[in-house]
């Protein structure tokens, strides 16, 4: 508006008993209106909470049954071997099988070994994949107790199951 003719609409005299309708007028629209209320910012923040509860919950439940039971997934290695799918074989067999004995890290082979000799002690702990081999006798795939045993053959050691049969590893870099 211009300031001409704002200084013309300030010269107009409103009765006071006009102004004092007019805002009853404004009141009691005001009050008729219907009141819209927003959800409660504790609430939204409850219910985003839960919603990320339980995706990680069930991301971590999928993760777990991916990485799985390393011991189930020997026998999984070796039927990849039998129907032919030797990438998954090699894969398989890289996660899985680790064995540190007096600091020399010993990998899971699949063939037959050779015959058992000497007892070199038993397994302390079993470790995730994952994580790394840094104490004596310790695995990624060899529960806590297994009997670990010295081969005729250099390099190779052999784990003694609860079955009677054998698991066999060789050192690192001899392969």
């Avoid at 005729?152 to 003694?160: D, K, N, Q, R, T």
């Amino acid at each position: 508006m211009s300031k001409r003719m704002q200084r013309e609409m300030n010269k107009i005299d409103i009765p006071d008993e006009l102004g004092e309708r007019s805002l009853r007028g404004v009141r009691k629209a005001w009050k008729e209106k219907p009141v819209r209320r927003r959800p409660n910012g504790g609430l939204i923040a409850i219910v985003a909470a839960l919603f990320l509860l339980i995706g990680g919950g069930i991301i971590t439940s999928i993760s777990l049954q991916q990485q799985g039971d390393y011991s189930s997934s020997e026998s999984s290695s070796e039927s990849a071997e039998s129907s032919g799918d030797m990438e998954a074989a090699e894969e398989s067999a890289r996660v899985e099988g680790l064995v540190l004995v007096n600091g020399e890290i010993y990998r899971r082979i699949y063939e037959q070994g050779a015959a058992v000799q000497v007892e070199i002690g038993t397994i302390k702990e079993k470790v995730a994949a994952r994580e790394s081999l840094e104490e004596n006798l310790t695995s990624t795939v060899l529960e806590e107790g297994t009997v670990l045993y010295n081969t005729e053959e250099e390099g190779v050691l052999a784990a003694e199951l609860p079955e009677g049969e054998y698991l066999y590893f060789v050192k690192e870099g001899r392969e």
